[in-house]
């Protein structure tokens, strides 16, 4: 009986970096990953009801559904989480995910679940604004972040490219990573935790990943 497929939630927000998201999201659907990108609302409406954010680099992206219709739908319940939330970085769309009380909410629950996380450059802050989850592991981000992860108390590391994980800090169900040039790393990563190594393995040769 083969295994049922891993679901995962890819957050985007106005300001997300765009090449941290469409990277990740990408690799892990390769990684046979279902994965949802839902917007993180903010004050702003016009472009919330096509679902599009213009992230850091002025590409607009548009979401497959908003936070809170993704939560009503399909993450009622504990049960229901997803396998994985991931949040990409982008200073703005980091911003606005430490901002939202919705994205503080479900990431409480995810971590009460024992569920995955994974972030990237600015978004590892994002965790320190909700109520500092995961204080006390090992963590890296986009290194201009190290003191206020340090201060906020995680254990902050730089990442080597020779490591088996690439460029990615796993502490348990937290993997966090550096930035955009580390997107494949971190996307990787995760789709080894959910689908397997083989599987993450065989994604890579086919993007000629090494």
Not at 59 to 74: M, P
Not at 140 to 157: C, D, I, L, N, Q
Request: glycine share 10%; hydrophobic share 45%.
């Amino acid at each position: 009986m083969m295994a049922a497929t891993k679901r995962a939630l890819a957050l985007i927000a106005r300001g997300t970096e765009e090449m941290e998201l469409v990277i990740t999201v990408d690799v892990l659907r390769r990684c046979n990953v279902d994965v949802t990108v839902a917007l993180v609302q903010g004050g702003e409406t016009g472009t919330d009801k096509e679902l599009i954010a213009c992230c850091s680099r002025g590409v607009n992206i548009k979401a497959d559904t908003t936070l809170q219709a993704y939560v009503e739908q399909h993450a009622a319940t504990d049960d229901a989480l997803p396998d994985a939330i991931i949040l990409p970085g982008g200073l703005d769309g980091a911003k606005a995910m430490a901002q939202a009380t919705a994205v503080g909410q479900l990431l409480q629950r995810q971590q009460k679940a024992g569920k995955l996380v994974a972030a990237i450059c600015a978004a590892p802050t994002v965790l320190a604004a909700h109520g500092k989850l995961f204080a006390g592991r090992r963590v890296t981000s986009y290194p201009s972040f190290r003191e206020k992860m340090t201060e906020a108390g995680y254990v902050w590391e730089e990442p080597t490219a020779g490591s088996p994980l690439g460029r990615v800090v796993r502490d348990d169900n937290l993997i966090t990573s550096l930035g955009p040039a580390t997107s494949f790393d971190f996307g990787l990563a995760i789709g080894a935790a959910l689908a397997g190594q083989e599987v993450a393995d065989k994604v890579a040769t086919g993007l000629l990943y090494k």
